[in-house]
């Protein structure tokens, strides 16, 4: 489930649609949770659909560390890449703004940790932008993805979590925030080629 605070838009026939935020969203607001009414498929189970579901999954879905897909009910789905997000991965369950959101900024996730089978070109114009991604780009990025997680992570406890009553796990939220679980590396979004179907590939 996508913040409450945001709204799709159409960016341009090349990119599609993106998400943007309609009023502040605070750096340390989780932006993004794995909520309910999400659908987690087990590795395998999605291929079992009927083939006419399989460009939906290919085209809307990601894959989590384990293998699985998770296809996102809301808004969620139309989240688009960009080499320096405005919002970062916390375990499996959620997703943090790394930084001070202002009305009109689009929301954004590194792609580079949700497994993508194909790589994938970028033009999203971050200064740090990695001009391909691809599903083992965490494999090299983790340290500094860890530290932004982390840093964002330190700003939760100050700001309106709207989210949290749809999580599947609250109480794990705050067990990050407040480390007596550690946060998961972002080595762990990395799952093996094998289990890796197509991906859209969503450009910026
Ligand atoms: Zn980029």
């Not at 959620?94 to 994938?120: H, K, Q, S, W």
């Not at 001009?131 to 309106?160: F, H, K, M, N, Y």
Request: proline letters at 8%; one cysteine or more.
């Amino acid at each position: 489930m996508i913040h409450p605070a945001t709204e799709l838009r159409f960016i341009g026939p090349g990119i599609g649609h993106g998400v943007f935020a309609t009023a502040p969203i605070p750096r340390g607001t989780i932006v993004w949770i794995l909520c309910h009414l999400d659908m987690v498929f087990a590795p395998g189970e999605a291929a079992k659909l009927p083939p006419a579901y399989h460009k939906i999954i290919d085209h809307y879905a990601y894959i989590d560390g384990a293998g699985n897909h998770v296809l996102c009910w809301d808004n969620g789905r139309y989240v688009n890449h960009s080499c320096d997000p405005t919002m970062l991965g916390v375990g499996t369950d959620f997703e943090v703004a790394t930084r001070d959101l202002a009305p009109g900024d689009e929301i954004t996730c590194d792609y580079g940790g949700l497994n993508l089978a194909i790589p994938m070109s970028c033009a999203c114009g971050a200064f740090n932008c990695r001009g391909t991604i691809g599903g083992e780009d965490v494999l090299r990025l983790w340290p500094d993805l860890d530290r932004r997680t982390a840093q964002s992570l330190a700003a939760a406890r100050g700001v309106d979590q709207p989210l949290l009553e749809f999580a599947r796990d609250a109480r794990l939220f705050w067990d990050y925030v407040d480390r007596r679980v550690p946060v998961p590396s972002h080595r762990a979004y990395f799952s093996a080629p094998a289990s890796r179907p197509a991906r859209r590939a969503r450009r910026r």
